[in-house]
């Protein structure tokens, strides 16, 4: 009779500690209001290892289409890597430029962006030109 009492004991024990086991871990989760989630600063890093992809990275639509999702005061950060390697010269080359400012400054990262993208297009003329 008494070993029946002791797994009944038991028993009830691991199904208590179950029991509680499922109540603290759930429970325990937190939900995550919408509200609660905001973006300080965006980045964004392209690498592109020849003129065509110079040409069709940052479309001024893509850009506005970005802007238009971006709060006023969000920082942006736009890198270009750029780079190079003939395997006829042994030529290697390598360029990054990195444009940084706020949403509500538009106009101002668009003409730096397009300085970014022209200083490019002299690094690739320029690898062209040995």
Same mark, same amino acid.
Not at 42 to 58: G, K
């Given at each position: 009779?008494?070993? *029946? ?9 691991? /199904? ?32 592109? &290892?020849? /003129?065509?992809? /110079? ?8 850009? &506005? ?5 971006? &709060? ?15 395997? *006829? &010269? ?18 101002? /990262? ?6 970014? *993208? ?13």
């Amino acid at each position: 009779m008494k070993s *029946k009492m002791r797994d009944c004991f038991s028993l009830k024990k691991v /199904l208590t500690c179950l029991v509680m086991l499922i109540s603290v871990v759930g429970f325990s989760q937190s939900k995550v209001d919408e509200e609660s989630v905001k973006v300080d600063a965006f980045s964004i890093e392209v690498t592109i &290892d020849s /003129l065509e992809e /110079l040409e069709s990275t940052f479309k001024a639509e893509d850009l &506005d289409e970005l802007f238009m999702m971006m &709060d006023n005061n969000e920082e942006l950060s736009f890198t270009l890597n750029c780079s190079f390697s003939e395997v *006829k &010269d042994n030529l290697k080359g390598s360029m990054t430029y990195t444009v940084v400012g706020r949403a509500n400054e538009k106009e101002k /990262l668009l003409k730096n962006i397009e300085k970014m *993208k022209a200083t490019a297009l002299k690094f690739y003329n320029l690898k062209n030109r040995t």
